[in-house]
């Protein structure tokens, strides 16, 4: 079936470091691809998406493109601070069913210190 | 706009009391609604799903049950509760159809059952 898998952390960066997080996915067809981030204590919200290969999403400064070839989508930043402190999760959507079921990785969590 | 909410915020509950969650959207019609649980440092688990009123499918069966008794407002319910249902309820709407498969998440309901 389709999956996600993402380094799991915990990742700690001073501020101003780059960011790179991993994620990998497997799916039977052409799925949109996400990436969440959950502050402390608060509910997803919607980061980034892209929906077909070599589409570059992007907000905030961060980035991460669909790459089909290696059925990646690695989410980068090029200068983290420190309220990009959060748990980043890389999700997949598996259309083709009538509600969309989107598969989430087990979440990164992310610690910036000045 | 779309907004949508949860309530509780937070509830502490004893082992076998029941449980009512409620979540509501504004803003759109006819959305398809999500029940997620996330146990403490854990990633997301899809418990229920919902593409029209009446309509429940459930991911996980346990001692939890769900309900959209309208259009927009879905209910997590519990007649007993269990130590093992402590953890950070999500729930989340997407736009009926196949249009777009983007969830936005609500605030999230804080359980600790003791």
């Known amino acids: 079936g389709n999956s996600v898998t993402q380094m799991e952390g915990p990742v700690t960066l001073s501020e101003e470091a780059f960011l790179t997080i991993n994620c990998t996915y497997t799916a039977t067809g052409y799925p949109s691809l996400f990436w969440y981030v959950q502050y402390p204590g608060e509910g997803l919200q919607l980061l980034l998406k892209?929906?077909?290969?070599?589409d570059k999403g992007s907000n905030k400064g961060f980035e991460a493109t669909y790459r089909k070839e290696t059925t990646s989508f690695h989410l980068e930043k090029g200068s983290v601070q420190v309220s990009d402190s959060a748990v980043y999760f890389c999700a997949l959507s598996d259309r083709g069913t009538s509600y969309d079921k989107v598969i989430f990785g087990p979440g990164t969590s992310l610690s910036v210190i000045p | 706009s779309q907004t949508i909410h949860q309530w509780p915020a937070t509830l502490v509950q004893p082992v076998g009391s029941p449980l009512s969650l409620e979540c509501t959207v504004e803003?759109?019609?006819?959305?398809?609604l999500y029940w997620y649980r996330q146990a403490a440092g854990r990633g997301l688990q899809l418990l229920f799903y919902?593409?029209?009123?009446?309509?429940i499918s459930s991911e996980v069966p346990q001692n939890l049950s769900a309900s959209r008794p309208q259009d927009r407002q879905f209910i997590l319910s519990s007649k007993k509760l269990l130590l093992s249902d402590s953890g950070f309820y999500l729930c989340a709407w997407r736009y009926g159809g196949a249009s777009t498969d983007t969830q936005y998440f609500g605030p999230g309901t804080r359980l600790t059952v003791l």
């Open positions: 919902s593409v029209g009123i009446g309509q």
């Open positions: 892209a929906t077909k290969a070599d």
């Open positions: 803003g759109t019609s006819n959305p398809n």
